[in-house]
């Protein structure tokens, strides 16, 4: 079974990334020097630039290279063996994963959620709200929300399915450095979407449930796959703003 998940074409990311290894080893790139941009790489690779950017993070993760605002991604280390390359589940696997799981697990906790259950979960979006607030915020209510509509499913194995995928999230380097991206980007939890899939558990209605619940991964996938992006028109207004600045004081 494992032979089929490696060969299957959510794990292209993986073949792009041995093949720029490959690359960097035989000197086409060199450390130091900047990797074509991602839609270049896409036409040159005929690959997706989701799939671009997740074999770039995979990389990052593993410190052959390094992505800066602005600027581009550079080589920082010399290319190796290939088959030494470890990798792990990508943040994208992984929230296709969750929209999966976590939706029917909406769904059945919605015909099992009690009162205390539903004030449990919305106190999470209101503490998801406080953290999106803080500077430095953590997305730990995030975390507890999710899992408090895992536990409303009252079994076990659902809830120990959805655990395990939230631990994958933190543990799994190629994971973790996405969602930091994203984070920086300022990229956080939506309280609106959070509230929908609460006012579907308060109706009772799985599907509601379901149908709130897949929107908002549906959503978290897309800021995903456009977190790097995201940074980098960021960092282009910025510049773009202190531009303005420094004229607007020339002209004073």
């Given at each position: 079974m494992s032979s089929k998940v490696e060969n299957s074409s959510n794990r292209l990311y993986q073949d792009l990334a041995r093949k720029l290894m490959a690359e960097i080893a035989s000197g086409r790139y060199a450390v130091g020097s900047r990797l074509p941009a991602e839609r270049e790489l896409a036409l040159q690779m005929e690959v997706?630039?989701?799939?671009v950017r997740e074999a770039i993070i995979a990389l990052e993760a593993q410190g052959w290279l390094e992505t800066?605002?602005?600027s581009g991604t550079y080589v920082v280390r010399p290319g190796g063996n290939q088959a030494t390359a470890q990798f792990d589940v990508s943040a994208i696997e992984l929230t296709e994963a969750r929209l999966l799981f976590e939706g029917e697990a909406a769904a059945l906790a919605a015909t099992q959620v009690t009162e205390a259950d539903l004030e449990e979960i919305t106190s999470l979006v209101d503490q998801i709200a406080a953290e999106n607030l803080a500077p430095?915020?953590?997305?730990?209510a995030d975390r507890a929300f999710h899992l408090a509509i895992a536990r409303a499913t009252r079994n076990s194995a659902v809830y120990n399915t959805?655990?395990?995928l939230w631990d994958l999230r933190a543990n799994s380097p190629e994971a973790?450095?996405?969602h930091e991206k994203a984070r920086t980007a300022n990229i956080k939890p939506?309280?609106?979407e959070h509230t929908a899939i609460l006012a579907a558990l308060r109706t009772r209605d799985p599907a509601a449930a379901r149908s709130a619940m897949r929107a908002h991964l549906s959503q978290v996938l897309e800021s995903l796959l456009f977190a790097t992006?995201?940074?980098q028109i960021e960092a282009a207004r910025a510049s773009i703003q202190a531009k303005r600045d420094r004229y607007a004081r020339a002209t004073a």
């Open positions: 997706s630039r989701p799939t800066r605002v602005g430095n915020g953590s997305e730990q959805i655990e395990q973790a450095l996405l939506v309280v609106d992006e995201e940074r």
